[in-house]
């Protein structure tokens, strides 16, 4: 995979809005700012920490965004919809979401790019368990298309494998029909295809020196 965003857990990649942001500041000719400090009407994001609590509803949707991209990174309807469920008005919460893409605290193709290379190689979910994830989360279906489509069939195989390489141990021991259906139906839960995963355990308890001859079987569904 070629983009690389540096957010490092799977379960929320870390803060980005901190860097995002003044990153922001130095390209307005700024000086970056500690996270927290007050900034000014002209456009700026304010701070988390004012003299007082936020009065317009504007005011109100920056401190919520700020508040949860600090705990972790979020799409722009995960926002959208912590919102409207704190009773923030579309028209300003449309302003402010905005305005948050605009400096980069909002940026869903990078947020889709991270989640993919965080969850493959931290959870080894396949292609199709991380787009079901990241339509949960509303990300675009072009950008989730685009996200996926950098981890090809042959990283996904590999990946299968290793799987598949961890949990043998754990089925020895067991009749080679139920060996077969516990460690493909594992796979089939992390979103491989059932050809796939049958050809993975297939071979990998051919290799352990169990009967290559194994019978075909359905996978239960993901």
């Known amino acids: 995979m070629t983009r690389r965003t540096e957010w490092p857990d799977s379960a929320g990649f870390g803060s980005a809005a901190g860097d995002a942001e003044n990153r922001s500041r130095r ?20 701070s988390r920490a004012g003299s007082g609590p936020p009065r317009t509803p504007e005011e109100q949707a920056r401190a919520i965004c700020l508040r ?8 722009r309807r995960q926002l959208a919809d ?22 980069g605290l ?23 368990a991380l787009a079901r994830e990241l339509r949960t989360k509303g990300v675009d279906s072009a950008l989730i298309d685009e996200a996926v489509g ?3 069939a042959e990283q996904e195989e ?14 020895r021991g067991l009749d080679r029909d139920k060996r077969l259906r516990r460690l ?16 993975v355990v297939r071979r990998a308890l051919e290799e352990e020196g169990e009967d290559p001859d194994l019978p075909d079987h359905h996978l239960p569904d993901a």
């Not at 912590?82 to 400096?103: M, S």
């Open 27 to 46: 390209n307005r000719g700024a000086a970056p700012e500690e996270d927290g400090a007050a900034m000014d009407g002209g456009g700026s994001l304010p």
């Open 68 to 75: 949860l991209l600090t705990g972790s990174a979020r799409t």
């Open 150 to 152: 950098r981890l090809d």
């Open 106 to 128: 909002i940026d869903d193709a990078a947020f889709a790019d991270a989640w993919v290379e965080s969850r493959h190689h931290g959870r080894g979910l396949a292609r199709r």
């Open 158 to 171: 590999s990946t299968a494998r290793e799987l598949v390489a961890r949990k043998l141990r754990t089925t």
């Open 82 to 103: 912590a919102l409207r469920e704190r009773g923030i008005p579309d028209e300003a919460a449309e302003e402010v979401l905005a305005r948050f893409e605009d400096v």
């Open 184 to 199: 493909a139906g594992m796979l089939a839960r992390k979103g491989y295809p059932e050809g796939l995963a049958l050809r």
